[in-house]
């Protein structure tokens, strides 16, 4: 009778482990026939404005827009115009938040998101002029202008139909309930390279830590699983690629989108990897720190201070954390919006398109929520 072996996860964690990566990769071509091609379709290389060098990027500060004090001025008179209005957070919008003369600059940079760079800094709100709602308005009125849909952070329509629609990314590992973290963002521990959900992921910062905690980003140009969907008993997982190849068309130029989190595949601390998936193979590992060790090998350390705004694409750029130490008075604390600018999106892949539904479609005003302070946040689309 033969024996059966069963098919048992590969040693994979959510830090990768660069002398493990290279030891399974030499083991693997000692013993395995590799295929040393690409799939069908797929180009050898990408020539794109989307396509630096990390090192490069950071030679350069034309990545950084600086407002001036007029442009603070005109936020702060849209300001109080949105005020006046008495209206609900959720009606933030290109409207309410008339920015006339600093909007035109906006729709360039957005048009760098989608065709250029793709990212940006906007540098210099000047934050602790204003009380946390205030600064929450000024974040998604001026963030209007560069994409004027806002995403969903958390999805409670069912429970009690709302969305929350900001993120507060902040250490709250030594208050939260025991047994709730699942992200490292609501913790001081590094962040791997990775995509959030939708076009654009935007960052404020509030307030940097005493020490650490520097913004990374990287081409993911330079760069099929199960992806776990954390125990949900009536969809614990489903299949579909990492990247998705888009021909030239007349209008735009080849593109390689990218949509991956290593978490879904490796678990972290209280959202341990389900076990109602299949493991993943010795060469989907090996691909999971390929992806990171690439993104690390091409990245770029961002100078992100006090009041500045990040806007990358979300599609063809990997970001990442390094670990922080907090001190008193100096607590890292970031707001985070997913945004969307329909007017120079790009497609959204069909296998994504659920996905991006559960951020984006039928986002109503009255249904936004603006928390002031940390929540613990739950995976939307999981």
């Known amino acids: 009778m033969v024996e059966v072996q069963a098919i048992t996860q590969p040693d994979i964690q959510y830090h990768p482990d660069y002398a493990k990566y290279t030891a399974r990769a030499q083991r693997r071509q000692e013993t395995e026939n590799l295929p040393t091609t690409l799939p069908p379709g797929f180009p050898d290389k990408l020539s794109s404005p989307l396509v630096w060098e990390g090192k490069d990027i950071e030679k350069r500060d034309d990545w950084i827009y600086k407002l ?12 109080q115009s949105f005020k006046s209005l008495n209206l609900s957070l959720g009606h933030v919008n290109q409207d309410t938040f008339p920015l006339p003369n600093l909007r035109p600059e906006l729709r360039k940079l957005s048009k760098d998101i989608h065709t250029g760079r793709g990212f940006f800094v906007l540098r210099g709100l000047d934050v602790d002029r204003y009380s946390r709602e205030d600064n929450i308005i000024i974040y998604a009125g001026v963030s209007s202008h560069v994409g004027n849909i806002r995403g969903r952070q958390q999805d409670q329509r069912s429970s009690n139909g709302t969305s929350i629609v900001v993120s507060h990314i902040k250490d709250i590992s030594h208050t939260a309930e025991k047994g709730t973290l699942g992200a490292p963002s609501s913790t001081n521990d590094k962040q791997v390279f990775h995509t959030d959900a939708g076009d654009i992921i935007s960052l404020l910062c509030l307030h940097p830590a005493a020490e650490g905690g520097e913004s990374q980003i990287s081409s993911s140009c330079w760069a099929g699983a199960h992806d776990s969907r954390f125990g949900n008993p009536n969809r614990p997982y489903t299949t579909r690629p990492l990247l998705y ?95 969307r600018d329909p007017e120079n999106a790009w497609d959204t892949p069909e296998e994504l398109r659920d996905r991006w539904d559960s951020v984006y479609k039928d986002v109503a005003e009255e249904e936004q929520v603006f928390p002031l302070e940390p929540t613990i946040r739950k995976t939307v689309g999981s």
């Open 245 to 339: 190849h888009q021909p030239a068309t007349a209008e735009t130029e080849e593109r390689v989108v990218i949509q991956y989190a290593r978490r879904y595949f490796t678990g972290f601390l209280d959202q341990p990897r389900s076990a109602d998936i299949p493991p993943i193979t010795e060469g989907q590992a090996e691909a999971l720190d390929a992806l990171h060790f690439l993104a690390e090998k091409h990245s770029a350390t961002l100078d992100f201070q006090k009041g500045d705004v990040q806007y990358v694409n979300n599609l063809s750029i990997f970001h990442a954390r390094k670990g922080f130490r907090d001190g008193p008075g100096k607590e890292r604390h970031l707001l985070r919006l997913w945004l």
């Open 68 to 79: 001036n004090d007029e442009q603070r001025q005109e936020i702060d008179a849209a300001l």
